[in-house]
């Protein structure tokens, strides 16, 4: 049988500032990316210099030629696609004619000029299920991926971040295409055992709001004094909202209605929650560390996870280092909004390379 040399070339569509791409370079060398918001753009340039970063809104017809007459000239026979997800997502709206879920007419577009012999498709877990609007008629996703794409065996799998080598749970809806003349694209094996948020940060020390530590990226952000007293008497896995005395309330003394997921500590023994693009903010959902309890019965850590708990616990490798330009609330938003790189790195490891 002939074999399929690897690494496959590759084209990353709404390459975010590539968090997907940190352990791909045995399987996929991204030759080309686009990546709608120039900051993004930049950050992910100084991380992969070698790759032409082809920034601006896919739905230019400009822009798109770009991209398709790059990824021919580097012979590109992978794609890999990430488009925004805010219209699919139970966090957002959810509205069948919101204009991101239209990016997927683009992402087929693409896969069909430039013929490679694999992709990948990664969004939330409602994505093959919502309804886009093609040629007048509405379709679903799923439907219109098997239709469109009839050159390529469509593979859709429903994968959790966490079974793959992240300390966090962060559930994925992933479609793997291959071309009809090679097998089929499955989905890995999980991992045998779940990383715990103990085994991912215990060692870390024990930060308090605003302290600094001599850890690249481990420093508490500050909190108000409300947030602390709240958050001192919330323990491990806890919202705030629990407590009898220091719950979550407003200057007056009214208690603040709120998400059972707000003010909340998560916890030591399990993965961590899925990490959001709010993932610096206490009133934001599961963003508290665990916290140790004291002698006086009280919890230490009062404050959000710092920005090194949210890299380890996203799968980051150790030396991952941000542009020094790039403001702490930029690269939480882009972790927030990044693929978990060991599901991704999981994934590519499973190509299998014979031509059937």
């Given at each position: 049988?002939?074999?399929?040399?690897?690494?496959?070339?590759?084209?990353?569509?709404?390459?975010n500032v590539g968090i997907a791409e940190a352990y791909i370079k045995k399987y996929v060398d991204i030759k080309v990316a686009n990546e709608l918001v120039e900051k993004r753009a930049k950050f992910y340039s100084e991380l992969y210099p070698s790759t032409n970063m082809i920034c601006g809104n896919i739905l230019d017809n400009i822009i798109?030629?770009?991209?398709?007459?790059?990824?021919?000239?580097e012979k590109c026979d992978f794609i890999m696609a990430t488009p925004p997800c805010q219209g699919m997502s139970i966090a957002g709206k959810m509205e069948q004619d919101d204009p991101r879920n239209f990016l997927i007419i683009k992402v087929v577009e693409a896969i069909k000029l430039v013929k490679p012999k694999y992709f990948l498709i990664e969004n939330v877990q409602k994505m093959p299920k919502t309804y886009i609007k093609f040629k007048g008629k509405k379709i679903k996703i799923s439907d219109f991926l098997i239709n469109e794409l009839s050159d390529y065996n469509v593979n859709f799998c429903l994968l959790d971040a966490a079974d793959f080598g992240t300390p966090q749970t962060r559930k994925r809806s992933i479609t793997l295409g291959s071309a009809i003349n090679l097998k089929i694209w499955n989905e890995p094996i999980k991992s045998n055992k779940p990383i715990s948020v103990r085994d991912a940060i215990s060692h870390l020390p024990s930060l308090e709001s605003n302290e600094k530590s001599r850890i690249k990226y481990h420093s508490a952000k500050k909190q108000n004094d409300r947030h602390i007293l709240w958050l001192k008497n919330t323990p491990t896995g806890k919202t705030a909202f629990e407590n009898k005395i220091h719950f979550p309330k407003k200057s007056d003394g009214t208690k603040i209605k709120g998400f059972k997921t707000t003010y909340k500590r998560i916890e030591w023994d399990k993965p961590a929650p899925t990490i959001t693009t709010c993932n610096g903010a206490i009133s934001s959902q599961n963003n508290g560390h665990p916290g140790r309890l004291k002698e006086n019965g009280e919890y230490s850590d009062a404050r959000v996870l710092t920005l090194k708990e949210i890299l380890i616990l996203s799968g980051l490798p150790d030396n991952w280092k941000a542009p020094e330009w790039a403001s702490e609330n930029m690269i939480r938003e882009v972790i927030g909004e990044?693929?978990?790189?060991?599901?991704?790195?999981?994934?590519l490891a499973n190509l299998d390379s014979n031509v059937s």
């Open positions: 049988m002939k074999r399929i040399k690897l690494p496959l070339k590759g084209l990353s569509l709404f390459a798109f030629d770009k991209i398709i007459r790059s990824s021919l000239k990044g693929v978990p790189p060991r599901l991704i790195e999981s994934i």
